[in-house]
């Protein structure tokens, strides 16, 4: 994982430093680096389980979920109010893409000289706290050097048969791409809804876009924090209790926004900032139930 993100990330890093000089080229050179520029974000979901299975202790796996995948709202948290500062700045738009490109290098070279793909072999880790992060996990092999070996707990096959037919894995994998096409439709057209329909001006859309990954973030975490520790109801019920009140926000707060008109920009805003932060939630639920599929798969 750490080798692949940090690939991955520096592809995304080249493709957006090349988007505008590709935009100025033609339509298919932008579509190729638009293209690569998603490649990061595919990962994205295969390293908040590898790192959370890694490096969260048992209870705080909802916490690592939820503040893991706060990333998707910060990056637009941050872009959003940058980006109508720039835009509107005597260097245009292209300085965003140099921004953004120079800064995912960075974070990218930061991760592979910071991270480990086992807590055990980071420099920073102590033992009692390995002890803690490793309390409760099932140990399929032993440490040797860089290499894993132990023939008697050898990792199982991958159900692959038992994950295409488990119809809770489609429901998971179904919700979850809902989610993120609910969440993309908002990423993308949020800032146009709210200049052409709400008439925020370029400032103020920036500004207006950003606030509602704010709050998302902040839910988040405070939800990740109580789906931890609130103990006194089985997992599951758990789960459909915080999909179930992120879901019914969501429903008021998109259909608020069909029947605000620019009168009530105020209200629109509140009900934009609504439905991003409980997309969020939905999220991390999701992501927490399919935590719950992988121990059922590999029958622990």
Not at 27 to 48: D, N
Request: aromatic share 16%; glycine share 8%.
């Amino acid at each position: 994982m750490r080798k692949i993100m940090t690939i991955y990330g520096l592809i995304s890093s080249i493709a957006t430093l090349f988007t505008p000089l590709c935009a100025h080229i033609g339509y298919v050179p932008l579509l190729l680096m638009r293209f690569l520029q998603g490649f990061a974000t595919s990962m994205c979901f295969t390293s908040m389980g590898s790192i959370t299975s890694q490096w969260s202790t048992m209870k705080e796996s909802g916490f690592f979920i939820a503040f893991l995948s706060t990333h998707f709202q910060f990056g637009n948290a941050f872009t959003m109010p940058i980006a109508g500062a720039l835009c509107e700045s005597r260097w245009g738009w292209p300085s965003l893409y140099y921004l953004q490109g120079t800064l995912t290098a960075i974070v990218s070279i930061a991760f592979y000289l910071f991270y480990r793909d086992d807590p055990y072999w980071h420099g920073f880790v102590s033992n009692n706290e390995l002890s803690k992060i490793e309390e409760g996990k099932v140990k399929i092999a032993s440490r040797d050097g860089n290499n894993t070996k132990n023939k008697k707990n050898a990792p199982k096959k991958v159900p692959y048969k038992a994950i295409f037919t488990d119809f809770v894995v489609w429901g998971t994998v179904m919700g979850i791409t809902f989610i993120r096409f609910g969440f993309l439709l908002f990423v993308q057209f949020g800032p146009f809804y709210l200049n052409k329909v709400m008439k925020f001006d370029i400032k103020s859309t920036g500004i207006g876009s950003a606030l509602p990954y704010v709050g998302s973030i902040v839910l988040k975490i405070i939800a990740g924090q109580l789906s931890d520790r609130i103990t006194c109801i089985p997992m599951k019920l758990n789960l459909k209790l915080f999909v179930t009140i992120a879901s019914l926000f969501l429903v008021l707060g998109n259909l608020s926004l069909v029947f605000l008109t620019a009168e009530y920009s105020f209200l629109a805003q509140i009900a934009f900032i609504i439905v991003i932060s409980f997309t969020g939630l939905s999220f991390v639920g999701s992501m927490k139930t399919s935590q719950m599929i992988i121990l059922k798969l590999s029958g622990k």
